[in-house]
């Protein structure tokens, strides 16, 4: 089983700034297999990059992702209000098809 | 519109059954890849189990032997029958689309279905 690690647990910024998300591997992922979803609280999670690289469709270009190998990273280049939530990355290289713990993204 | 509506949630004891269903109005669910999600109270996101479009299954350590997913193409309906289910089952369970490879991720979630498991 691949474990995914991401860091840090919780992000604390203010509206405006950078926010920088690791996910990291126990093994190699192909690029093609990781995603990074949103979810705020009580709703579903929001697909925002598949492919390691790729955004979703409507997913607004501030949100960039990047990475191979074992190391993936998801920037939020400028904070928005409605960016403060939890964030998840996940492999589809191998079954299980594995979550990362979660990064919280919360306003300082 | 393409969507995903949940239902078969509720209650049930250690040991018992629970089917949940996942209806696709807006498109095919044969398809395309499907799969469930769960989420304990409180905790992150845990996947659950795929059925590819060409039939193949796969599940989580967790649930493996106990839950069956499965669909019905007249209906156009994915479905997961849970068999002795245990506490630690007590979660939010999504249904979700891959789309037609492993390469697009999960594009369209359902609104969730809760399941709480109590003795």
């Known amino acids: 089983e691949i474990v995914l690690t991401q860091s840090p647990g919780t992000l604390s910024l203010s509206p405006g700034e950078r926010a920088t998300l690791s996910c990291r591997a126990s093994?190699?992922?192909?690029?093609?297999?990781l995603a990074w979803y949103q979810q705020k609280p009580g709703q579903a999670p929001r697909l925002l990059i598949y492919?390691?690289?790729s955004r979703a469709t409507g997913i607004p270009d501030r949100f960039s992702g990047s990475g191979s190998g074992t190391d993936f990273t998801l920037t939020i280049s400028r904070l928005e209000p409605e960016d403060f939530a939890v964030y998840y990355c996940?492999?589809?290289?191998?079954?299980?098809?594995?979550f990362g713990p979660g990064t919280k993204v919360d306003i300082k | 519109e393409v969507q995903l509506v949940e239902s078969g949630g509720g209650l049930a004891q250690p040991g018992g059954s629970l089917r949940l269903s996942c209806a696709a109005p807006g498109f095919s669910v044969s398809s395309n890849y499907m799969t469930w999600v769960r989420q304990a109270p409180g905790k992150g996101l845990e996947w659950v189990s795929v059925?590819?479009?060409?039939?193949?299954?796969y599940y989580a350590d967790s649930v493996n032997g106990r839950f069956t997913i499965s669909r019905d193409n007249s209906k156009n309906t994915l479905y997961l029958q849970m068999n002795s289910l245990r506490t630690e089952d007590t979660a939010v369970y999504y249904c979700a689309r891959l789309g037609n490879s492993r390469r697009g991720g999960m594009d369209v979630w359902g609104q969730g279905t809760t399941v709480t498991v109590f003795s």
């Open positions: 093994q190699s992922v192909s690029s093609s297999y």
């Open positions: 492919g390691a690289s």
């Open positions: 996940q492999q589809f290289g191998s079954s299980p098809f594995t």
């Open positions: 059925i590819y479009s060409g039939g193949s299954t």
